[in-house]
């Protein structure tokens, strides 16, 4: 299984220079939908870090007056976030990331990070960003309980389709990379109720 061959590392994060984007780490709307051009996709994890509905959407899976409740990181150091590593073609990085500014401005910023990926030869590392919504920013929804997260999904949509769809794809992509997160798998059940 994926999880069980890395090594321990702690994450580290750090100041994002455009130099550092050739790999990318996505762990939510970036795994099922990625709409970047990409020289190789990888399973990958941070480790620190936990996925959570902590991030209010207005512009793609809500609207200002119903928003709508998308994922961010947030800080676990006995755990890890698995999603998957996107490879840039180098001299692609800066307008990949250009794009990626304008997709992800509802409070994301570039955060640097070690993302650990399987290679053939065991557990490869590298540095490079991810999209991450700190708390604080404008559109920071912060814990809820799941019943009240759940019916903000359910009541939720915009320009890029439901939000319990944004739910479901993203739930849907980590069972066929074989990733068991339970705070999403709680999310779908109660959307199912
Ligand atoms: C990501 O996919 O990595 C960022 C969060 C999102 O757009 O869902």
């Given at each position: 299984m994926l999880r069980k061959s890395f090594h321990p590392a702690a994450v580290q994060s750090r100041v994002v220079t455009p130099?550092?984007?050739?790999?990318?780490?996505?762990?939510?709307?970036l795994i099922f939908r990625p709409a970047i051009p990409f020289v190789e996709r990888r399973p990958a994890?941070?480790?620190?870090?936990?996925?959570?509905?902590?991030?209010w959407s207005t512009d793609h899976r809500g609207q200002p007056w119903r928003p709508g409740r998308v994922v961010?990181?947030?800080?676990?150091?006995?755990?890890?976030?698995?999603?998957?590593?996107y490879r840039l073609e180098e001299g692609e990085a800066e307008s990949v990331l250009a794009g990626l500014d304008v997709r992800e401005c509802g409070g994301y910023v570039r955060m640097g990070i070690e993302i650990e990926m399987n290679g053939e030869a065991g557990a490869e590392r590298a540095a490079g960003l991810t999209y991450q919504a700190w708390p604080g920013n404008r559109n920071y929804a912060g814990p809820a309980p799941i019943d009240e997260i759940a019916s903000q999904v359910a009541a939720a949509t915009g320009p890029s389709g439901t939000n319990a769809d944004y739910v479901r794809d993203l739930d849907a992509a980590l069972n066929t990379l074989?990733?068991?997160d339970t705070h999403v798998a709680a999310l779908v059940a109660k959307l199912g109720e």
């Open positions: 130099t550092d984007a050739c790999w990318i780490f996505g762990y939510g709307s994890r941070v480790r620190g870090w936990t996925r959570r509905f902590w991030q961010t990181l947030a800080p676990a150091p006995d755990d890890c976030c698995w999603g998957i590593a074989g990733v068991a």
